[in-house]
């Protein structure tokens, strides 16, 4: 072989290689298409029922059941052999967004699925109302939400009426993001400059919505207060009771060199006696 010849050679073994390798004109024929039913968007609650919908157009294997799924999680009660598949969702909320899946099940090939977003704006189900702690204790706020997609996290402080935003300086503030949870901590608290109104915002594509939080921080002599208390009513008891017994009249305290009343009286007719024998003898 010439050396002309060489690289041609080596060219259309290349060639041959790399067109065993792609796939045919067949290959995509044999994937599966699934149509699907639009997104939907939850604008009020409750709203409409909506229905969502897919369609296993084409297919050329066995296919061996379908079924549903909401955020990775099989729904109960959808698996079924249907290439044609619907769920219902009754005066949807915003708790019912999120993704849906149809899924497809076949039995020598891997399983299919297509995606439905369900939206809706965020609705914030859980929060602390008031937090009340102690002087030098850990405080710690959180909001929880349901709504897709996910929100977007973010604490404020109101002060003088208006929403600020929490400066770490003193790096006391701690805040945890996940999916629909969000957490504020703040530790070693001050009287003087964490008390006040705390606002957790969530925000996605579709809405918004905030919600308050009161933070109260009380003296570190809280505890004592009523201790305290019960010391200082014992003390006016106490004062009460000696002020009472000072101040009772003199006549009801007996005097120690006047006899009884009957004794008294003894000694008064003692002494008319012997005045009226004194007479007799003169």
Not at 65 to 88: C, D, H
């Amino acid at each position: 072989m010439s050396g002309s010849s060489l690289p041609s050679a080596l060219a259309l073994s290349l060639l041959l290689v790399s067109g065993s390798l792609l796939p045919g004109p067949g290959a995509a024929q044999n994937e599966p298409r699934i149509v699907t039913s639009e997104e939907v968007i939850i604008r009020e609650s409750p709203a409409p029922s909506v229905t969502l919908q897919c369609n296993l157009t084409s297919n050329s294997h066995t296919l061996t059941y379908s079924y549903w799924t909401k955020n990775g999680v099989e729904l109960t009660a959808t698996r079924k052999n249907a290439s044609n598949m619907e769920y219902r969702i009754n005066k949807p909320r915003a708790e019912d967004s999120g993704e849906y899946h149809c899924v497809y099940q076949f039995l020598s090939a891997p399983k299919a699925n297509a995606t439905i977003e369900v939206k809706a704006a965020p609705d914030i189900t859980g929060h602390k109302r008031s937090e009340n702690k102690n002087e030098g204790q850990d405080a710690m706020m959180y909001c929880k939400s349901v709504g897709y997609p996910h929100p977007e996290w973010t604490w404020h402080k109101k002060e003088n009426g208006m929403l600020v935003d929490i400066v770490n300086t003193s790096g006391r503030f701690i805040i945890i993001n996940r999916e629909n949870y969000t957490e504020l901590s703040i530790t070693n608290l001050q009287i003087t400059e964490d008390p006040g109104e705390y606002e957790c915002n969530a925000t996605n594509s579709i809405g918004s919505v905030s919600v308050v939080t009161i933070l109260r921080v009380r003296s570190h002599l809280a505890p004592l207060w009523p201790f305290l208390g019960i010391l200082a009513e014992i003390i006016i008891l106490v004062v009460i009771i000696v002020v009472y017994e000072k101040r009772k009249r003199p006549d009801e305290v007996p005097d120690d060199d006047e006899p009884a009343g009957p004794m008294k009286t003894n000694s008064t007719n003692n002494h008319k006696d012997k005045n009226l024998r004194q007479r007799n003898t003169n």
